[in-house]
């Protein structure tokens, strides 16, 4: 049974769970409301993809050794999937941030002239999700609370 023991994707998963839990006191400390949504959430203080790949890479570094091509590999995966957090999926937010407004916008100017077209079911739609990326800071806590967790998991056994 031990050889199925991996410790490196349980980490992982430990500490994307952990990261997820973490969303909902960070979201009541900044509003004064307690919304455990946010638990099932993307986006948000910290970045759970962040916490479970730094997670990964940090006791894939404790297991081989940081000079190892198996950390670099990890390390690698860590900082694509951070970048893409901050880079690529915080734009694509951003982006459907604005097709809303623009949706809402035309749907008032389209309702005020009378000529809105009549629309079935399937073309109804809800708003775009617009939490999709991180700030860096929400990155940077992420990527500390993975590290944090494997040094002391590793640090116990």
């Not at 769970?17 to 973490?22: C, T, Y």
């Not at 479970?52 to 670099?72: D, H």
């Not at 690529?88 to 809105?116: P, V, Y």
């Not at 399937?122 to 617009?130: I, P, Q, S, V």
């Amino acid at each position: 049974m031990e050889d199925f023991l991996n410790i490196p994707l349980l980490l992982g998963i430990f500490a994307l769970l952990i990261a997820q839990l973490l969303k909902v006191p960070f979201y009541y400390f900044a509003t004064k409301k307690w919304n455990w949504s946010m638990f099932k959430t993307t986006g948000s203080m910290p970045s759970s993809h962040s916490a479970a790949v730094m997670a990964v890479a940090t006791s894939v570094g404790l297991e081989t050794g940081f000079n190892s091509p198996t950390f670099a590999v990890a390390g690698m995966l860590a900082g694509v999937v951070m970048y893409d957090a901050t880079g690529i999926r915080f734009q694509a937010g951003k982006h459907a941030s604005a097709l809303n407004e623009l949706r809402q916008d035309l749907t008032i100017f389209f309702t005020e002239i009378k000529r809105w077209p009549v629309l079935d079911e399937a073309e109804k739609r809800e708003d775009l999700k617009t939490l999709l990326g991180h700030k860096r800071s929400e990155v940077l806590a992420g990527a500390v609370t993975g590290a944090v967790l494997a040094f002391i998991v590793y640090a116990l056994i």
